[in-house]
């Protein structure tokens, strides 16, 4: 599975948009883009999933370069429930070798200030 | 809907003693896991099972079994507890092994002293 790359840390405000970007120059046609999130003292928590396409969901938005070099996960209006870690993950789930393996690396911590 | 339901949420163990720490899921999923998260290392896959008698290693498959005789129930053991499996485990379920929406329990915060 190819590698991401994610800033450490990100602050925004309360109430405002907020755009995580995800680097991954190495994806191949069939790696498709997750996003998970994992709350203070929780389990990871599922976000959105993406190929090519820009992708909405209830949660956020996913917004894909068109060279697939890159992607953005948008959250369209921050609360402080937001206040996560944030996970780019690349995953070719049509692989001979998918073990169903999910490799977080160390991803963004999102802070939200009120 | 409970969702994945992992017992215990706390345990201390000492060195060497056993246990089996319990994940259960009612969505019908195959595919189950197991992770462990360490600070500053991420979440690390230990044991997975995409089915009902299936199960595989994972990267740290170590000091750990795993049996799979229902689909909905997924134990993790500890043969002989370390202190160096200190960690949190997470447990996983998703519909298939292509995990393009998977579920995690709350967690298992394990201490060996």
């Known amino acids: 599975d190819a590698k991401t790359t994610q800033p450490n840390s990100m602050e925004s405000n309360e109430e405002e948009p907020v755009h995580l970007p995800c680097n991954h120059s190495?994806?191949?046609?069939?790696?498709?883009i997750h996003w998970y999130r994992q709350l203070p003292s929780q389990g990871p928590e599922y976000v959105i999933h993406g190929l090519t396409s820009n992708v909405n969901n209830r949660m956020a938005s996913l917004a894909i370069a068109e060279d697939r070099k890159s992607s953005t996960l948008i959250l369209h209006r921050a609360t402080l429930r937001d206040a996560a870690v944030y996970y780019c993950?690349?995953?070719?789930?049509w692989g001979s070798g998918n073990t169903g393996k999910l490799i977080f690396g160390q991803g963004t911590t999102l802070q939200v200030k009120p | 809907n409970a969702g994945v339901t992992q017992t215990p949420k706390f345990q201390v163990l000492k060195t060497g003693q056993s246990m089996t720490l319990q994940c259960a899921q009612d969505?019908?999923?195959?595919?189950m896991s197991w992770y462990r998260q360490d600070p500053g290392m991420g979440l690390r896959l230990i044991h997975y099972s995409v089915g009902a008698g299936i199960t595989d290693q994972g990267e740290v498959p170590n000091g750990y079994n795993v049996s799979r005789s229902t689909t909905e129930d997924f134990p993790l053991r500890l043969l002989s507890a370390a202190p160096s499996q200190t960690s949190v485990y997470f447990c996983a379920s998703s519909p298939d092994r292509r995990l393009f929406e998977a579920f995690f329990g709350q967690g298992t915060r394990l201490t060996v002293v």
């Open positions: 190495t994806i191949s046609g069939t790696d498709y």
């Open positions: 993950i690349l995953r070719d789930v």
């Open positions: 969505m019908n999923h195959e595919y």
